[in-house]
């Protein structure tokens, strides 16, 4: 696999600026902006072959790794890659950072070009729609019109619907994973949580931290920490964990060094997140979900929303997962149902949770196999 | 979903779903309710470039069908045919399911109502097996209709041929087709209520519309 891997034709981190203003929902402007993005495979000549990946709240468009700053794999080589689902010999995939992020797309932490100074918070505030829009610039800019595939988890399956709405006649199929049409009260509410951590950090000074060369660190770890636990399920921790102690054989009646495995665990997490990414960011990102309700920004209705969409939809859940539960995705469906749109819709038993799309997942990799090879041939894409 | 005796026509698929195929013609759009593993979708689009959906209650069922690159869901028939639009397909097929639905009359005027044509076929329980069960053995003649032990089956509304035609009477169905098939897996077209075909046929397909 290794050697094959090394076949793959990556583009470096390509990015690219736009210098026509761009009007955000907000009623903002937006200018310059600059899209960090990485591409892998070859896009054919009938540029019929392409996948936009959507990548998720603390994700980015290191899909194959190393990752730059961690040095770590990337985040999604269970799925991509050569004979991967999503293959690189047959199609050509996309992957930009999202607007708002902090991996060199336009983000809180670069300069404002007016004053010289980092944005901070008089960056706009952004929305999913605004979001598509940026990717649409790059989708743009390859000479792409329509996309094979759009797909993505959690935030990225928010993309995915806002493309097959906003975007409709650019979407041949569109695979929306562990996603919601509107992030609920609940999952409104572990923002909050998170985003008060980090504007509790002294460290954060306001939002700008940057001119003082501090980072809220501790603030953005428990932020990293609290939504970690909604990407989980309680059978996985249990599993992972127990009640398992972390190097000691009792208790240890104090405060400062972890006494459980989960507490260990989470720490780690808090701690390696920070070192990769923005408390701003995180604050913007996290603010775009809040706001996504794809029924109300189009017209009241979710069929009023998808209305007109001729795209092969795959919609997926996990059994386990509570942040996004398979109900959520079955509305997705039955708003499809209504317009006689074109929707599988699977529901892969897991116990791991929210996070379960970026694991070893066989079935769920079968699911999205099978999908894609179906609408390859609908799509009359030549064998690999 | 549960499948009566799988007879099948050499090399081929299931004879009813093969009855079902010759009814449909090309590159018309087709929803399978109770579609199972997607045997007759796939034949449906390989075959005839059938534009086709399907839904099936068993999540094995709908991953197996998706992984086969099908457009199929989960769902129930019982309800969530509501949630389609009126005549959005030509036909809506409903292959050895009716007699595993809660109500077998909603469903076939959900059928109507989403498809202009609908397609179902079902084993019957007029058979002369199941008589012979009942009358000779006093044994409940689901079990020898369809394996199912009656303590166990997904089958909670078997039906006879003659049941069936009176129930399409009743909604105010036209039975436009009507074919029997025996235990030999061999066809014969029917007309009516046909004695014969209720005492003989395993199985029936009916082709039904709205007048």
Redesign the interface.
Known sequence: MDAARHAVAVSACDQMVIEEPLRLDSGAVLAPITIAYKTYGRLNRDRSNAILICHALTGDQYVLGPHPVTDKPGWWETMVGPGMPLDTERYFIICPNVLGGCMGTTGPAHDDPITGRPYGLTFPVITIRDMVRVQALVVDSLGIGDLFCVIGGSMGGMLVLEWATTLKERVFSAVPIAASVRHSAQNIAFHEVGRQAIMADPDWCGGEYQRTGRRPERGLAVARMAAHITYLSEAALHRKFGRRLQNREQLSFAFADPDFQVESYLRHQGSSFVERFDANSYLYISRAMDYFDLAADHGGTLTAALQGSRA?F??VSFSSDWLFPTAESREI??AL????G????????SDKGHDAFLLDEP?FF??I???L???A?HRGLARR | MTQARPALKSGGIRVDLQLIAEMVPPACRVLDIGCGDGTLLEYLWREKQVDGRGIELGQAGVNACVERGLSVIQGDADTDLIDYPDHAFDFAVLSQTLQAVRRPDAVLTQLLRIGHQAIVSFPNLGHWRARLALALHGRSPLTALVGHPWYDSPNIHPCTIRDFVQMCDGLGIRIRRSIAVDGDAKTAPFTGVSRLANLFGVQAVFLLGKD
């Open positions: 092969r795959c919609v469906v039955r149902n209504a317009i006689a074109n929707v599988s819709f699977v529901e892969i038993a079935e079968a699911t196999t099978g999908f090879n179906g609408a041939e």
